[in-house]
């Protein structure tokens, strides 16, 4: 079943309790097998809220989200489906300070089948896709700003997910870098087939996208 | 990467704390040990002094809590003696005594007659034992003697007299290596009780139905009378019976299972207030976790396995340091009679079911506390 439609989202709208924040209101977009899409709007505007129900992190107050033609709300593990079919990339990294790159890119696959040294390869081969072979044993600190993004995304990549999504991937970096993760995020929406839904506040940035989404106090903007 | 290593460079990163965490288990442990493995000790030389010489009732005056202050009358030897089945019958008196100038305050002093076949059990490093006429005449066991720094020839002073060592004997027994052995007639003399014994150790006839036998007698025993038919004040407990209910044996037992309840209380607060930090402080790493796919489950079995690895690893250091305080124990001459220097294996396992309980006590709330944090909300966390 390849539906050219990975994630659709119905009618979503997210209220965070307290203060009775309305983060989403109303929210209906469709983002196609493959697709790269980026995600614009004022700080605040609900791009992360969006991302966190889009990759199930959280639960929507109310509308659906239907995820290779499955509605989220159905699920009862939704842990589980995050493991399988989604990578997060942060823009703070949030990489374990004391573990190796090598170990850091391991830990999701603890979730999967693999057994130790299998999990070891698998992680030392995606650090090569990320262009970091050369730092298996380095820890974050160790490591320059570019290269510890290149080591989350590789950590997002652990369990081989259908969908990437990215908050604000760049923000933490100066715009050599930033271009070089970039060119790495389209290398693996060209060459490895990812959907990659990603939050930046560069205009420059969200064009390298194939599409963008504008965002404006919860609500999406008409293209 | 396994699971486990994770789980060791997660104690390993915090290393002072979890080090004192260690620290407070294993002293918890350690005492623990330390005061269950006397006891188990003291109780299983006890019950072996009787077993090994196939002692299978002990005939004491019933009604009494405190055994070594009670006394019979040792003419009911015979009686027990005439009972079909009764293969020995062995009478003794028991005190204890301080030795002046030594430091010991409570050296057991055993009379026994010089025929008795208690004697059979002992092996004489030097000298020999007494005959029945000689009086004021002692024969110490190599642990009192050693303590004592005393050997045959020598005089020890008991009750103000002086007796003199005929023989130096080692025993199959911890504690009777610490007893020092007199003539029954002087320590009838010296405790002013006439001709009283403190109670007889009785030894069955092979039986095929041994049980059975034991059964039988201890009713016989307790249904003597005397010659005007009064029920003799008698009571036959089975030797396992008469150990465990020793007075001293229930107090250091009572003793060591109320430390072993405080060492899990106080251990476990120790574990529950670093795992509950930790879990604190690592709010936001927890939500990244959660992020990149890890399940509830696996977050509770992360904190759970810090901190039993914690209580665990201070376990390791406890049981040692209980085997050290034995050992030690058993070295100073005011306990070496008492203390073997060893603590038996069930023990040790007890020491680590402390510890596992200590961990599974101080890891199950934490753990809750940090399965029940929300992804997106501990993502937000500064
Ligand atoms: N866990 C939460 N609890 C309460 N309010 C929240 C929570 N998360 C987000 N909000 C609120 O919801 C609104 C949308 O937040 P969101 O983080 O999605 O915005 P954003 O577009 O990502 O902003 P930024 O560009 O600053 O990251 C904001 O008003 C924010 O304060
Ligand atoms: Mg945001």
Known sequence: MSDAVLVRSDHLCKTYPDGHVTALVDVNLRIGRGEYVAIMGPSGSGKSTLLNLLGALDRPTSGEIIFDGQPLSTLRDLDRFRAEKVGFVFQSFHLLPTLTALENVQIPMFEGRLSAAARARRAAALLDVVGMAHRLDHVPGQLSVGERQRVAIARALANDPVLLLADEPTGNLDSRTAADILALFDQLHREHGKTIVMVTHGQDVAERAQRILRMRDGRLLEP | ?382
């Open chain 2, 1 to 382: 990467m396994y699971f486990a290593t994770f789980i060791l460079k997660n104690i390993v990163r915090r290393r002072l704390r979890s080090m004192l965490t260690v620290l407070g288990v294993a002293i918890a442990v350690g005492a623990a040990v330390a005061l269950l493995g006397i006891a188990d000790g003291f109780e299983r030389s006890f019950l072996s002094l009787y077993q090994q010489r196939g002692v299978e009732l002990i005939v004491v005056r019933a009604g009494k809590a405190e055994r070594s202050t009670s006394f019979l009358d040792e003419r009911i030897a015979e009686r027990l003696r005439r009972l079909p089945g009764v293969a020995q019958v062995m009478g003794g008196l028991v005190d204890a005594v301080e030795i002046p100038g030594s430091g010991l305050q409570a050296v057991l002093v055993q009379g026994w007659y010089a025929d008795s076949p208690l004697f059979d059990a002992l092996r004489f490093v030097s000298g020999r034992r007494f005959r029945p006429d000689e009086s004021h005449v002692a024969v110490l066991g190599s642990v009192i003697a050693r303590n004592l720094g005393k050997k045959e020839g020598d005089a020890v002073s008991l009750y103000g007299e002086d007796f003199q060592i005929l023989g130096v004997f080692e025993s199959f027994n911890h504690f009777e290596n610490g007893c020092v052995v007199i003539n029954i007639r002087d320590l009838q003399r010296l405790l002013g009780v006439g001709n009283k014994v403190t109670g007889f150790q009785v030894v069955v006839e092979p039986a095929p139905n041994k049980q059975a036998l034991v059964d039988r007698l201890r009713g016989e025993i307790e249904a003597l009378t005397d010659d005007r038919g009064h029920r003799l004040p008698l009571s036959a407990l089975p030797t396992a019976d008469a150990v465990s209910t020793t007075s001293q044996l229930r107090l250091i037992k009572a003793q060591s299972w109320i430390t072993s309840v405080i060492a899990v209380v106080i251990g476990s607060i120790g574990v529950l207030n670093t795992m509950l930090m930790s879990v604190f402080e690592r709010t936001r790493e927890i939500g990244i976790l959660r992020a990149i796919g890890w399940r509830r489950r696996r977050v509770v079995r992360m904190v759970l396995a810090e901190s039993l690895l914690l209580s665990l690893a201070g376990a390791v250091v406890g049981i040692l340091f209980g085997l050290a305080l034995t050992f030690a124990l058993s070295r100073v001459p005011m306990a070496a009679g008492y203390v073997e220097g060893t603590i038996a294996p069930s023990v040790l396992l007890g020491g680590l079911a402390i510890a596992v309980l200590v961990g599974l006590l101080g890891g199950v709330y934490p753990a809750w506390r940090a399965a029940r944090l929300l992804p997106t909300e501990a993502l937000r966390h500064e």
